[in-house]
């Protein structure tokens, strides 16, 4: 399989040049926190979505949508299940490092008052490079 192809990958790389083009992308009057959440939301959203298939293609594990559940009570989301699902197939390292961004992700999105420091970066950016390099299409 030729992972690279794929838009997962794409997306990868992409954050990977955003990382390397940041003080260029900056708007004037912007501080660099535009650009900063922009890195970390899309360095998580291609580890999950690299996760997600990595676990389709090895493991035969698709999350089930929200609506499969039979009750509310019962509803784990599609991003909870993928991270689970990685530390049930002995991946635990990977689904820490999964649910790591996910937190950094949800402090660049959600709230958008609170710095983002280069250490928060260097994290989302370490964490999606050891994802993409740890798991394994063979």
């Keep these: 399989m030729d992972i690279t192809k794929y ?15 940041k003080s260029l992308l900056i708007p004037k009057d912007c501080d660099d926190r535009c650009i900063n959440s922009t890195i970390i939301n899309r360095a998580y959203f ?9 676990l389709e293609y090895v493991k035969n594990f698709r999350p089930m949508p929200l609506n ?11 991003h909870v299940q993928v991270r689970n699902a ?23 999105d959600y709230d958008p008052y609170v ?3 280069p250490n928060d970066v260097s994290d989302a950016v370490n964490h999606m490079e050891q994802i993409f390099n740890h798991l394994k299409f063979e």
């Design 46 to 54: 291609s580890s999950y979505l690299f996760c997600v298939l990595w």
């Design 68 to 78: 499969g559940f039979k009750s509310k009570e019962e509803r784990i989301s599609e």
């Design 7 to 21: 838009p997962q990958f794409q997306l990868y790389l992409f954050t990977l040049n955003l990382l390397r083009l």
């Design 115 to 117: 710095d983002l420091t």
């Design 86 to 108: 990685l530390k049930d197939f002995g991946k635990k390292t990977i689904g820490y490092k999964l649910s790591k961004l996910s937190e950094l992700r949800k402090k660049a």
